[in-house]
């Protein structure tokens, strides 16, 4: 969905768990290059070629990949994506999160016991093969090197100025983008939207919720007319009230 220019939001459906899931990584381009925050579950690659063509972004426009954190949708489609592109693509995340995707440290969220619970939540009908590959995944879950570390409040040179919003508590090292040209904000997972609304932080999601309710606050500063959840996609009401609605009632 184009969202202004130089931004658009990508919409990846999965089936996880017996039920369909969509989420929906950003896309943020220029005159020179195009940026992807977040890359979707192992197996997207196809989708997210098919959005970037619907979006009118050539694959080989790609250099710049922005992890906003570890989790299993978030970086598990940056290898395919590596493997298969012909043109070098810098990889960028933060310091706190780099050794999760690198594969140097276990994904936080994903242990033997958050394993043997996803294996048994798996609907009857689900084939061995099928239950076979889902557990080598998580048991083995995506790595690539990144590149370069983001600071906070560090402003990227692309796609005319994202500035990097250091948002923990989904994660450690989790992070958010704002996109100044468009005064989009590229929430990842410090919000969702839900029925149409925008909400805090999912608690059963969070490493340390009272954290990530608390990051809100430092979204509320910036002047947003629109803000991109992984989870539930676009919302555009009243934005800045609804945030700092949000950074009172939970922060």
């Not at 959005?51 to 992890?67: C, N, P, V, W």
């Not at 969070?206 to 803000?227: H, T």
Request: net charge negative.
């Amino acid at each position: 969905m184009h969202i202004a220019k130089g931004i658009t939001m990508l919409e990846l459906s999965a089936s996880m768990m017996g039920r369909t899931e969509v989420i929906y990584p950003a896309l943020v381009w220029d005159e020179e290059a195009a940026i992807l925050v977040d890359t979707g579950y192992p197996g997207q690659l196809p989708l997210i070629l098919g959005e970037m063509e619907r979006a009118g972004i050539a694959f080989d426009k790609l250099g710049t990949i922005i992890l906003t954190h570890q989790d299993l949708d978030h970086i598990g489609s940056l290898p395919t994506l590596l493997a298969e592109s012909t043109a070098s693509i810098e990889v960028l995340a933060s310091r706190l999160e780099q050794p999760y995707i690198q594969g140097e440290r276990p994904l936080l969220k994903i242990t033997p016991a958050s394993i043997s619970l996803a294996m048994a939540a798996l609907p009857a009908e689900v084939p061995e093969e099928w239950r076979s590959a889902f557990k080598h995944v998580l048991e083995n879950p995506p790595r690539a090197k990144v590149d370069r570390i983001v600071a906070p409040m560090e402003e990227l040179p692309y796609g005319g100025g994202l500035i990097v919003i250091d948002t923990p508590g989904h994660t450690p090292g989790h992070i958010s983008l704002y996109h100044r040209p468009s005064k989009t904000l590229i929430a990842a997972d410090a919000m969702v939207v839900q029925d149409g609304q925008l909400l805090g932080p999912d608690p059963a999601q969070c490493i340390d919720i009272e954290q990530a309710r608390r990051s809100l606050s430092r979204l509320a500063v910036y002047d947003i007319e629109a803000v991109i959840c992984y989870h539930g996609g676009l919302f555009t009401q009243s934005v800045n009230e609804r945030i700092a609605f949000l950074a009172a009632e939970l922060g």
